[in-house]
């Protein structure tokens, strides 16, 4: 009854080709995790209900896992996605590292890789193209270590109802804190205090909503 209702919704609208790739997006997220799952088995873990439209690039590449709670949404797919240039969601895991998501959370075309570990609380959004990564993939200095050693990592700690915006960067060992909201187009390489505005490069306070 619902999907009839639906239907009859998308054809008074005029886009009920919007509706069948949606649907069809859906199916293919729903076989992209049930081949991740058989080729990963207990390194990858996702809790029932989820959503995902589209084809997620997962990826463990060594020992570490992936873990993430109920009620995910992911969108990996260019025609559900408004906004978003066409970038389909990457979890990736490298040597030992961890990826941990929380319950209720959102992504959208978003690159996570986690060397050390990278935790996501419940209801948190991430909007579209936003990239994080916990580590350095080379070293800085000196120029000619940068071809044959791996940079350095530290955790990063995005706490709950957290709204990172779209294009931005979570740089290595940075907390975020709970009810945070990073503005569009940041780059974070520090702490975030809770409850408070961040925005630029380098990402700084503008407000706190308790004040």
């Known amino acids: 009854m619902n999907l009839i209702k639906k239907i009859n919704s998308y054809i008074k609208d005029g886009d009920i080709f919007f509706l069948i790739y949606q649907q069809y997006s859906l199916v293919e997220g729903k076989c992209c995790l049930i081949l991740a799952k058989f080729l990963f088995g207990n390194r990858l873990k996702i809790s029932e209900p989820y959503k995902v ?40 895991v490298i040597g030992n590292g961890k990826i941990s998501i929380g319950e209720h959370v959102g992504l959208n075309g978003t690159t996570i890789v986690a060397k050390s570990h990278i935790s996501i609380g419940d209801n948190t959004m991430i909007g ?37 915006g779209m294009n931005c960067i979570i740089m290595k060992g940075v907390s975020i804190g709970t009810g945070a909201v990073i503005a569009a187009g940041s780059i974070v390489v520090a702490d975030v205090d809770a409850n408070s505005l961040y925005a630029g490069n380098p990402a700084k306070k503008i407000k706190s909503y308790l004040d």
């Open 53 to 92: 439209w589209g084809w997620v690039r997962f990826l463990i590449h060594g020992k570490g896992s992936i873990e993430i709670g109920s009620n995910f949404h992911a969108v990996s797919s260019r025609k559900r996605s408004i906004i978003t240039l066409f970038s389909p969601c990457h979890l990736t």
């Open 128 to 164: 579209p193209n936003t990239i994080i990564i916990d580590h350095d993939s080379h070293q800085t200095w000196p120029p000619e270590s940068r071809w044959s050693l791996p940079g350095f990592s530290s955790d990063i700690a995005i706490q709950n109802d957290v709204w990172i």
